[in-house]
T-cell receptor
Framework: IAGITQAPTSQILAAGRRMTLRCTQD?????MYWYRQDLGLGLRLIHY???????GKGEVPDGYSVSRANTDDFPLTLASAVPSQTSVYFC????????????FGPGTRLTVL | GQNIDQPTEMTATEGAIVQINCTYQ??????LFWYQQHAGEAPTFLSY??LDGLEEKGRFSSFLSRSKGYSYLLLKELQMKDSASYLC??????????WGAGTKLIIKP
């Protein structure tokens, strides 16, 4: 692994189903983030974690949950998917670099029908 | 509320110079970032400004005026591969990034 990986790359999901998006980083970054990106809108923060064992709510947390059991993994769960959750989801991490800039995974394209 | 404004789309010619502006109103300021995002890909870090002035990095430069809530990204000697979206983001008082919607830059030969 080099950097951040996300799985799956894309997914089509029926409304009402449960779905977990996976995110793993190997940079030993303390902070991790989940964003969604929709056309015409900026990246919007869903949830974040400043360090393993802690999580916080971002701008649009409703309908999503996260956990941070260890430094490397930060899964995002949609308990009961709805069509408005159709989006591209990016996981990011930061920590240690000069400006504490965020590094992004390749994204998961999710379609909820 | 917090707000970041940037033009939706810009067009420029290969070899030319283009300036992408960003204005912001945020609760606190702990730095401004520019990211590049090619279609279908993840954003990648370009530049960071926390003090007023110009930061130069090769063909790319970024300027910040904190008193005006204003930044720009300057791209010189444009190449076709510079066709992408450019995202402005401000780190607020809670150390979270607030993102603009991005500027889609189209480079024409």
């Amino acid at each position: 692994i080099a950097g951040i990986t996300q799985a799956p790359t894309s997914q089509i999901l029926a409304a009402g189903r449960r779905m977990t998006l996976r995110c793993t980083q190997d940079m030993r970054h303390n902070a991790m983030y989940w964003y969604r990106q929709d056309l015409g809108l900026g990246l919007r923060l869903i949830h974040y974690s400043n360090t393993a064992g802690t999580t916080g709510k971002g701008e649009v947390p409703d309908g999503y949950s996260v956990s941070r059991a260890n430094t490397d993994d930060f899964p995002l769960t949609l308990a009961s998917a709805v069509p408005s959750q159709t989006s591209v989801y990016f996981c990011a991490s930061s920590g240690g670099e000069t400006h504490n800039e965020q590094f992004f995974g390749p994204g998961t394209r999710l379609t909820v029908l | 509320g917090q707000n970041i404004d940037q033009p939706t789309e810009m067009t420029a010619t290969e070899g030319a110079i283009v300036q992408i502006n960003c204005t912001y109103q945020t609760s606190g300021f702990n730095g401004l970032f520019w990211y590049q995002q090619h279609a279908g890909e993840a954003p990648t870090f370009l530049s960071y400004n926390v003090l007023d002035g110009l930061e130069e990095k090769g063909r790319f430069s970024s300027f910040l005026s904190r008193s005006k809530g204003y930044s720009y990204l300057l791209l010189k000697e444009l190449q076709m591969k510079d066709s992408a979206s450019y995202l402005c983001a401000v780190r607020d008082s809670n150390y979270q990034l607030i993102w603009g919607a991005g500027t889609k830059l189209i480079i024409k030969p």
